[in-house]
Each structure stands twice: as structure tokens, then as C-alpha cells.
């Protein structure tokens, strides 16, 4: 008898502290204020949305921050089985802002390396979440924008979806460890085309080259999207989740052994000549003579 009530207080114990952790979840997330995106729920499924419309979801470091910070507050909310990720206006992210100020001059170079991280520091986050990830995914998805969608778990694009790598036509290579998460999806050679030839790829082509999930007209994007995550929302999570996890270390595994170099890559690359005269070619809109200095 003894024995049957102490099991009986322990499994009320466990279902009150699953009951404070996502309310405490809820109650943070309500309180915390995002300025560049904003992070919701629906029973099982949250959504992640970012909020700059105006620059196309451009990715500035503060925005990678807050990006890192919603990713990471979803470890307090065990009730949330599935987490979407979806751009406001017509599209999911232009990539990094270009008009985000650069670093003081006088920034220890030991600092500008940690900055440069930033991006990588989201990316690491939203592949670390628990949940199953769901990109739904209109417009451009461009460089960083492009980083944030593979590291999803799925893509649900819709028929405006498109991809671009432009980092290469900008004297720089891309960063924030994602290039196994292309890798993965296509392959050596549609990497290579897509990372250093920067080809554009279109919603029917991504469908066929394994980068998008699903297709969608663009009104019933967020409809699909929820339709997938609610098909793993109502899947044992706990098997879901090891499922992943194993996925992702099994799939990455060499990436991460190696890839923590990209961003000192950048740090080369962004202090070439060829950098400063792809930049000047793009403003000007003229052709450019590359000397690999």
C-alpha cells in the first residue's frame, strides 16, 4: 500500500514539473520581446517567424542573436514537439544584411573572430533543438537565409521559393557551417554548383534535387507546413527526438570535425583584394578582373 502511493505521489511529481516547465516556457517567451522576429505556439507546434519584411528578413548580427535566443528557449518547452521557421512578407531571408555596420576598426582581431561566429552560433542552435524543424519557405532564401532552411529538419517551399548562394560573386565563402547541410541534401557536384558557381534554383528544380520536402502554392504554404509538423507532432517524441539526434550526428559528423574554420576562412577571404573588387563591381554593376590576391 505504501509502495502504491509513493509511485502515485512520484508520477503527480513528474506530471507537475512537466506542467512548470512549459508554463514557464510560455511565460518566458511571452515576456522576452524580439525585435526582429517573433516566436509563438500552437499546442504542440511552434513557430518561429522572422520579422523584417522590409529588408527581406535580411540577417543582421543582432538578428542572429535573437535568432539563436528563440531556437534555444524551445529546450524549456517539452509540450512543443514541432517548431516551424517561416520569413514575414514575401520572403523567407534575403541573407545577411550587408548594411548591418561593419566592426570598429579598432576591434581586436581576437574579437572580430567571435563576432563572425554569430551566424554560425544560430545555425548550431536551430540544428541542436529537440524538436523536429520545418522551413516553410517562400521567395528567396539567399546565403544566410539559405544557411537558416537546411538546417531544418524538412522544407515546404512554395512556388515562389527560390535558392542562391551569392557569397562566391562577393569574394567571400560561405560561412556559418553550412556547407555539409547542402552537401547532405545534393551532393558534391550540385553543391559545387550552387556554393561556388552560385547558381539560382527555382521551387520545381529544389523539389527535384532533394532540397525541398514539399510543394505548395503560396497561399497554403503555412497550411502544408502545419500539416507536416503536426504529422510528427503526434509521433512519441522521445523516440522522434533520439531519431534525430543520431540522424544529424551520423549526417554532420565530419562537418563538425572540421567546419569550425570557415569563419577565419571569411576573416582571409573579406581582407583580399578580389573582395574589395567584387564589392565595387556589384555597386557599379561592371565586370570584374580577379588577380587571387
Keep these: 500500500m505504501v509502495l502504491r502511493l509513493f509511485y502515485c505521489l512520484l508520477f503527480r511529481l513528474r506530471r507537475l514539473f ?30 518561429i517567424t522572422l520579422s523584417r519584411p522590409e529588408r527581406a528578413n535580411a540577417l543582421s548580427h543582432n538578428h542572429l542573436a535573437e ?7 524551445f529546450r524549456d518547452a517539452p509540450n512543443v514537439r514541432a517548431v516551424i521557421i517561416t520569413g514575414a512578407g514575401r520572403h ?19 574579437q572580430r573572430r567571435r563576432r563572425a561566429r554569430m551566424g554560425q552560433r544560430a545555425i548550431q542552435a536551430i540544428l541542436d533543438m529537440d524538436q523536429i524543424t520545418i522551413a516553410a519557405w517562400r521567395g528567396a532564401a539567399m546565403g544566410g537565409g539559405a544557411c537558416v532552411a537546411t538546417a531544418c529538419d524538412f522544407r515546404v517551399g512554395s512556388e515562389t521559393a527560390f535558392i542562391q548562394y551569392p557569397e562566391v560573386d562577393l569574394g567571400i565563402n560561405l560561412m556559418w557551417k553550412s556547407l555539409p ?15 561556388a558557381g552560385s547558381e539560382r534554383l527555382d ?25 507536416l509538423a503536426s504529422d510528427y507532432a503526434a509521433k512519441p517524441p522521445l523516440a522522434v527526438q533520439m531519431i534525430k539526434q543520431s ?30 573588387k567584387a564589392i565595387q563591381g556589384k555597386l557599379n554593376n561592371e565586370s570584374t578582373g580577379f588577380t587571387g590576391n
Excluded at 545577411?96 to 566592426?103: E, V
Design 92 to 110: 523567407f531571408s534575403s541573407g545577411a544584411d550587408l548594411q548591418d555596420p561593419a566592426p570598429p576598426p579598432d576591434m581586436p582581431l581576437v
Design 181 to 195: 547541410l547542402i552537401l547532405a541534401l545534393v551532393g558534391p557536384a550540385r553543391a559545387k554548383r550552387l556554393v
Design 203 to 227: 521551387a520545381r528544380t529544389m523539389a527535384d534535387w532533394g532540397i525541398l520536402d514539399r510543394l505548395s502554392t503560396d497561399e497554403e504554404l503555412m497550411v502544408r507546413a502545419m500539416d
Design 18 to 47: 512537466q506542467n512548470l516547465g512549459s508554463s514557464y516556457y510560455a511565460l518566458m517567451s511571452k515576456s522576452q520581446t524580439f525585435q526582429h522576429l517573433t516566436v509563438s505556439d500552437e499546442n504542440t507546434i511552434g513557430i
Design 67 to 73: 535568432l539563436e535566443q528563440a531556437a534555444l528557449g
Design 247 to 276: 540522424t544529424n550526428q551520423l549526417a554532420y559528423a565530419l562537418g563538425n570535425s572540421i567546419m569550425h574554420m570557415d569563419s577565419d576562412q571569411n576573416l582571409l577571404a573579406a581582407s583580399s583584394e578580389d573582395r574589395e
